[in-house]
C-alpha cells in the first residue's frame, strides 16, 4: 500500500507544481503587464523595483492558483490512471478506491489549513507591500506617482495639473499650481512652460523646479489681492507626507483576520455595518478549504470520466472553475452590501460543490 500511496502521489505532484508555476506567472504577467510595461517604458522604473512587484504580487495570487492547480492536477493524474485500466487493476486486488484518494485528501487539507494561515499573514502582508514599493517609486522618482491630464491633490496646501509628463527625463511639462487660501479669498495660481522634480534625501519633501512662468504673489499692503510675478526659474517645496499616507493606508484585504476582527467591532460600536470586513474574513478561510474541495471533486470525476487526453481534463477542470468562481463572487458582492449574511456567502460553493463531491465519491467507492 505505501507503494501505491508514493506511486500516486508522484503521478499528482509533477502536473501540480507545473500548473502552479505556470499558472501564477501568466497571472502575474498578464493581470499587470500593462502596468508594469507603463513603470518601465513611460516612467523610468528601475528593473529591481519592477522584480519586487512581481515578488509581492505572488502570494496573493496563490491565493487562487493553488486551489486550481489542485484540480487540474488531480484530473490530470487520476485521468490517466483510469484511462489506462490503473484503477481497474488496483480495483481487482481488493482495494478500496478511497484508501486510493486518501492520501490525496488528506494532503490537500493540509494545504487548505496552510492556505487559510498563509492567506491571513502572507498574501495579507505582500500585497500591502507591494502598493509601498509603489509609494518608493513616488518617492525616488516623483514623476512616476502622477498622470497627465488630472488634477493631483496629494500634496498638502496644493493642487497641480500637468500636460505633459516624460517620466524618462523627469520633465514636466506646462504645469499648473493652484493654492487654495480658504473661504472668501482667491486661489493663488503658478503657471510654468516647464518643470523638473529634485529629490531631498532623508526627508518628506521634495523640490519642485519650475521654469518660465508666472506667480501669483501677496500684495505686502493688502495680502488678499496678488500681483503677477515673472520668472526664469522658482523653487518650491512640496510635502509629500500626506502622498504618503494615502498610499500606504491598508485596505481591507490588506488586513488580518485579527485587524478585521477589531475593525468590525469598532465600526459596530459607531452604528455602522461591518458586512464588507466579515466577509473578507469569511473569504480568506473560504477560498482556503476550496483547495480540500477541488481535490474531493477532481478526484471523483477523474476516475470517472476515464480519459487520459489532458485536452479533456483540463476542459473538466474550466468548466467547474467557471461555474465555482463566478458563483462565489456573485454571493461575495451580495454579502458586501449586507443583502446575505457573510458566512452564508462564502461558504455556499464550498458546500454545493462538496455535496456533489461527496455524492460521486460514495457512488464510485460502493460500486
Same mark, same amino acid.
Given at each position: ?14 502536473? =501540480? ?10 497571472? $502575474? ?20 523595483? $519592477?522584480?519586487?512587484? =512581481? ?6 495570487? $496563490? ?5 486550481? %492547480? ?219 478549504? %476550496? ?26 477542470? $474550466? ?49
Amino acid at each position: 500500500m505505501k507503494i501505491l500511496r508514493n506511486y500516486i502521489l508522484r503521478e499528482f505532484a509533477g502536473p =501540480f507544481f507545473l500548473c502552479l508555476g505556470v499558472l501564477t506567472f501568466v497571472m $502575474v504577467l498578464i493581470g499587470n503587464l500593462k502596468r508594469i510595461a507603463d513603470l518601465v517604458i513611460n516612467k523610468g522604473v528601475d528593473l529591481f523595483s $519592477v522584480i519586487q512587484i =512581481f515578488i509581492y504580487l505572488v502570494p496573493y495570487l $496563490v491565493t487562487y492558483t493553488l486551489p486550481i %492547480s489542485i484540480l487540474v492536477a488531480i484530473l490530470l493524474a487520476l485521468g490517466r490512471l483510469s484511462g489506462d485500466n490503473e484503477v481497474v487493476a488496483i480495483r481487482s486486488s481488493g482495494i478500496n478506491l478511497f484508501k486510493l484518494i486518501l492520501p490525496l485528501l488528506t494532503i490537500s487539507l493540509a494545504l487548505s489549513l496552510g492556505l487559510a494561515a498563509f492567506n491571513d499573514q502572507a498574501a495579507s502582508y505582500s500585497h500591502f507591500a507591494y502598493r509601498k514599493v509603489l509609494q518608493e517609486m513616488g518617492i525616488k522618482n516623483p514623476t512616476a506617482a502622477f498622470e497627465e491630464g488630472v488634477f493631483i491633490d496629494s500634496f498638502k496646501k496644493y493642487i497641480l495639473f500637468i500636460y505633459h509628463v516624460d517620466q524618462k527625463k523627469n520633465r514636466l511639462n506646462n504645469i499648473r499650481i493652484y493654492e487654495p487660501q480658504g473661504e472668501d479669498r482667491p486661489t493663488r495660481t503658478i503657471v510654468a512652460k516647464a518643470g523638473e522634480f529634485i529629490s531631498v534625501p532623508g526627508k518628506n519633501i521634495v523640490k519642485l523646479k519650475l521654469i518660465d512662468g508666472t506667480s501669483d504673489e501677496p500684495d505686502p499692503e493688502n495680502p488678499t489681492n496678488f500681483y503677477k510675478l515673472n520668472f526664469r526659474t522658482y523653487f518650491m517645496n512640496l510635502d509629500i507626507a500626506q502622498m504618503q499616507d494615502k498610499v500606504v493606508e491598508k485596505k481591507y484585504k490588506e488586513m488580518t483576520i485579527k485587524e478585521l476582527k477589531v475593525e468590525a467591532k469598532k465600526l459596530q460600536s459607531e452604528g455602522i455595518s461591518p458586512a464588507p470586513l466579515i466577509t473578507k474574513i469569511h473569504e480568506k478561510l473560504a477560498l482556503a478549504f %476550496s483547495c480540500f474541495v477541488f481535490m474531493l471533486l477532481g478526484s471523483s470525476l477523474g476516475i470517472i470520466t476515464r480519459r487520459r487526453e489532458k485536452s479533456i481534463n483540463i476542459g473538466i477542470a $474550466v468548466l467547474i472553475i467557471v461555474c465555482y468562481y463566478p458563483m462565489y463572487i456573485g454571493l461575495v458582492a451580495l454579502a458586501m452590501e449586507g443583502v446575505i449574511p457573510a458566512a452564508l456567502a462564502c461558504w455556499t460553493p464550498n458546500i454545493i460543490f462538496t455535496a456533489i463531491a461527496g455524492f460521486l465519491t460514495y457512488k464510485l467507492c460502493a460500486s
